[in-house]
């Protein structure tokens, strides 16, 4: 189990990769964020980007999915406040491989409760040229260890 001792600033992780396959996609985009350029091949295809974009709901949920596999689920955490903007920095095409990457912003000890720390991470995606598509910051509350 990971503690708040255990995260230091500038701490890093690869979360893997995974290939957006077109039914995923587009199934999650009709469900979720129905917007014609996720869905609509034939509008998508008029559009700047020459066919149907991935919705940057999926690219989040997705990185945060790994965030969580490899990071949380393993980590005493007690909870989070939320996050600090999701950014869509550039459009994500179906069938492209994008790979999740998270980083620790800044740990503190908490001043009023001394049982935890505070834990800042960038969660976010890159496409094969390793250009960012996609990034958000939270903030997770985290136990300290037993004594």
């Known amino acids: 189990m990971n503690y708040f001792e255990h995260f230091k600033l ?7 990769s995974w290939q957006v396959s077109a039914e995923e ?4 985009a009709k469900e979720y964020d129905p917007q014609p350029i996720h869905t609509d091949p ?11 974009i991935v919705s ?4 989040t949920l997705k990185t945060g999915r790994r965030f969580i596999d490899h990071i949380m689920k393993d980590t005493a955490g007690l909870a989070s ?6 950014n869509w920095l550039r459009p994500v095409m179906l ?3 994008i790979s999740g990457f998270a980083r620790v912003l800044d740990v503190k000890a908490s001043k009023s409760k001394p049982d935890r720390g505070k834990v800042w991470f960038e969660m ?7 250009q960012k598509v996609m990034s958000t910051k939270g903030l997770f509350f985290i ?3 037993p004594k």
Not at 10 to 15: P, R, S, Y
Not at 25 to 28: H, L, R, S, T, V
Request: charge should be negative; avoid cysteine; glycine fraction near 16%.
């Open 25 to 28: 996609a587009i199934n999650f």
């Open 81 to 86: 406040p939320g996050m600090e903007g999701v």
């Open 10 to 16: 500038g701490d890093q992780w690869e979360l893997g």
């Open 143 to 145: 136990a300290k260890q």
């Open 56 to 59: 940057g709901w999926f690219t």
């Open 42 to 52: 034939e509008m998508a295809a008029k559009s700047p980007f020459g066919a149907i």
């Open 124 to 130: 976010y995606a890159e496409n094969k040229k390793g």
């Open 95 to 97: 069938n492209e491989e």
